[in-house]
């Protein structure tokens, strides 16, 4: 079993930033940042593999959103930079410890965090 913690949400005006962290209890092969708004689907906004540091980004974050990882503390980050009111979401962490888990680039979901909220403001 693999416990995540997230934590960095918040409220912020169009424009802003926010990081967002995720601590993992145990081993993990990749894991990521999705994100949902009500009535719409969980979508995948950025994954990474934990050992290369490979990182794959949804088009809509290119450019804007960072993911990345501290490995010593097993912490995963999610930068977001020039935030847009589009953005608002709850945003997810999921983790996956087997290469069979983790689909072009983000974990299929073994294990999730309990979410944390982002809202931008125009």
């Known amino acids: 079993q693999v416990q995540l913690v997230e934590s960095g949400g918040g409220s912020v005006q169009a424009g802003g930033s926010l990081r967002l962290s995720c601590a993992a209890s145990?081993?993990?092969?990749?894991m990521g940042w999705f994100r949902q708004t009500p009535g719409k689907e969980r979508e995948g906004v950025a994954g990474?593999?934990?050992?290369?540091?490979?990182?794959k980004y949804a088009d809509s974050v290119k450019g804007r959103f960072t993911i990345s990882q501290d490995k010593a503390k097993n912490t995963l980050y999610l930068q977001m930079n020039s935030l847009k009111p589009e953005d608002t979401a709850m945003y997810y962490c999921a983790a996956d410890r087997w290469p069979w888990s983790c689909s072009g680039g983000y974990p299929t979901g073994d294990y999730w965090g309990q979410g944390t909220q982002v809202t931008v403001s125009s």
């Open positions: 990474i593999y934990t050992g290369s540091g490979r990182t």
């Open positions: 145990g081993y993990t092969y990749c």
